[in-house]
């Protein structure tokens, strides 16, 4: 994933069940399945918090890891946890993280960190 505030967006998600990328520019979402040769367009808000409201409730879409880029990424994504451990380190694309695992009573998720002083890499 990609993230330019407040307006910019690439999320790319791929996997056995699906391949998709996701593109905002402010002005529209663009969805791209290229295993299914499936491609639309539709008109979007302004922000990507608008956005991606605008996706999930009137599209029935949520962006790949859409929760991690919200302003309030914290309070949702710890609403209800009622258990947090670090794993361990971990490697993801050559990068040394920090690997944290969470439960909550329907869902449980992990995340990883990149280790050092910029836990996180910005790109566009």
Request: hydrophobic share 40%; net charge negative.
């Amino acid at each position: 994933m990609w993230v330019q505030r407040p307006n910019k967006l690439r999320a790319d998600r791929t996997g056995d069940l699906v391949e998709q990328s996701f593109y905002y520019d402010g002005k529209s979402l663009t969805l791209l399945n290229p295993g299914d040769k499936y491609f639309a367009t539709v008109a979007a808000p302004g922000t990507l918090e608008e956005m991606l409201d605008m996706a999930r409730t009137k599209l029935d879409i949520i962006a790949p890891a859409g929760d991690l880029i919200y302003k309030n990424a914290y309070d949702i994504l710890m609403t209800d946890v009622t258990q947090g451990f670090v794993v361990g380190k971990g490697v993801v694309e050559g990068v040394l993280c920090d690997h944290l695992a969470f439960r909550a009573p329907h869902v449980d998720w992990q995340i990883w960190i990149q280790e050092g002083k910029e836990p996180l890499r910005a790109s566009w």
